[in-house]
């Protein structure tokens, strides 16, 4: 399974990014997926999680300001980024978990997010 990650770049602090994850190769196998984000000087943290039920979870630091959603036609997830703060700034990266091994979990690239003015 392979992961790319994309549309990542420079926000005013108030703006809005949409993050997309395409999955490729064997697609079968991908179960849950997530998005991570890893600031400089700090470790990789939980964003949001979402199954293949459409079930959705968030940290606390973005209830209500992120969305996670994944259109399984197009074996994509997605992140609807709002009211971004400086402290969203990060490398953003995607997860997904293989359906048929434990543990085992594909990562993307990452896509850098700047909030700034």
């Known amino acids: 399974v392979q992961l790319q990650a994309s549309g990542g770049g420079l926000v005013q602090p108030g703006g809005s990014l949409r993050l997309s994850c395409a999955a490729s190769?064997?697609?079968?196998?991908?179960?849950?997926m997530a998005w991570y984000r890893q600031a400089p000087g700090n470790q990789r943290e939980l964003v949001a999680t979402?199954?293949?039920?459409?079930?959705?979870n968030y940290a606390d630091y973005v209830k209500g300001r992120f969305t996670i959603s994944r259109d399984s036609g197009k074996n994509t997830v997605y992140l609807q980024m709002n009211v971004l703060k400086p402290e969203d700034t990060a490398v953003y990266y995607c997860?997904?978990?293989?359906?048929?091994?434990?543990?085992?979990?594909?990562w993307g690239q990452g896509t850098l997010v700047t909030v700034s003015s």
């Open positions: 997860n997904a978990e293989d359906l048929f091994v434990p543990r085992k979990v594909y």
């Open positions: 190769g064997s697609i079968f196998r991908v179960n849950d």
């Open positions: 979402i199954t293949t039920g459409g079930s959705t």
